[in-house]
């Protein structure tokens, strides 16, 4: 069985069952609703035990059951630039302000960037009379560029340089 035949499988249950992505995350627990819907989606991995609750859940087999727990190939199968709507306007966020976004981070934090691994992320629903609005906060590490071979005097990270 490969990796997208088991997402197919979690996300038929999900639709047999009715089952919310909230009810789904409750009953496997230990992290953040992305962590947990990107691994049943295929691009994150879920630990031993959320595993698991997940065998549990889903009524997985021992291999199925493996595989939700081993580190995929993320990314795989995502078309450049993304075709979904929603999905190609966080490409857009990126491919507009991206630039903007880098030269404030770089005049803060110095040289480097910021990590996508060792991230935070957090959505909400704000009420708005115009429509209600999506708000994401995102925080990732900030990883300075490392200067190899520095010596004497010379900076060997990134930091910024007061």
């Known amino acids: 069985m490969k990796r997208s035949d088991l997402t197919e499988k979690l996300l038929d249950i999900k639709r047999e069952n009715g089952w919310t992505w909230k009810h789904i995350c409750e009953q496997i627990g230990g992290h953040s609703d992305a962590l947990i819907v990107g691994a049943i989606l295929g691009q994150m991995k879920l630990t031993k035990p959320q595993a698991s609750n997940a065998a549990t859940?889903?009524?997985?087999?021992?291999?199925?059951?493996?595989?939700?727990?081993?580190?995929?190939?993320?990314?795989?199968?995502?078309?450049?630039?993304?075709?979904?709507?929603?999905?190609?306007?966080?490409?857009?966020?990126?491919?507009?302000?991206?630039?903007?976004?880098?030269?404030?981070?770089?005049?803060?934090f110095g040289?480097?960037?910021?990590?996508?691994?060792?991230?935070?992320?957090?959505?909400?629903?704000?009420?708005?009379?115009?429509?209600?609005?999506?708000?994401?906060?995102?925080?990732?590490?900030?990883?300075?560029?490392?200067?190899y071979g520095a010596t004497g005097n010379n900076m060997e990270y990134g930091f910024k340089e007061d």
Do not use: H
Request: net charge negative.
């Open 111 to 147: 040289d480097g960037i910021m990590s996508a691994i060792d991230f935070d992320f957090a959505m909400e629903r704000v009420a708005n009379p115009k429509g209600d609005r999506v708000k994401f906060v995102m925080t990732g590490k900030f990883l300075p560029f490392k200067y």
């Open 57 to 108: 859940l889903f009524g997985l087999s021992k291999a199925e059951t493996a595989m939700i727990n081993e580190i995929p190939t993320r990314g795989d199968g995502t078309q450049m630039p993304p075709t979904d709507p929603l999905i190609y306007r966080f490409y857009e966020m990126v491919m507009v302000n991206g630039p903007a976004w880098k030269a404030l981070i770089e005049e803060e």
